[in-house]
């Protein structure tokens, strides 16, 4: 699939956000690293200096089972609407096996009435 995109001519991002701190654009390079194994996480995104002061651990705690991986073949290029519904399939999967599994522990409880 890589062998069919154009090729690219870049710009420094410096150039291209030329009133922006040394901050944003560290923070934008490392987003963009090809290889993904190399780019930061959520978690370490939301300690970067740029942002960090806006994230609340508290109120936005981290997924606790690490990151989320699409069973999606790479070599199969999607639409953006196919990916986004592949994505929001994914989620739906995990929340019904979360509450199967949450139920499934709980058998020979009774359920509360209200």
């Known amino acids: 699939m890589l062998e069919s995109l154009p090729a ?18 560290d923070l934008i390079q490392s987003c963009f690293h090809f ?3 190399r780019r930061p996480s959520a978690v370490d995104l939301l300690q970067h200096v740029f942002v ?22 790479d070599n199969i290029k999607l639409s953006a609407v196919e990916y986004r519904d592949r994505l929001y399939q994914e989620i739906t ?22």
């Open 93 to 114: 999967n995990r929340r019904r096996e979360a509450r199967s599994k949450h139920h499934t522990g709980r058998a020979g409880h009774e359920p509360s009435a209200n």
């Open 35 to 37: 290889n993904p194994t």
């Open 52 to 73: 960090s002061e806006f994230h609340n651990e508290e109120e936005e705690p981290n997924y606790p089972h690490g990151p989320l991986r699409l069973p999606i073949d």
């Open 8 to 25: 690219l001519n870049f710009r420094p991002l410096r150039e291209v956000f030329s009133k922006a701190s040394e901050d944003v654009i």
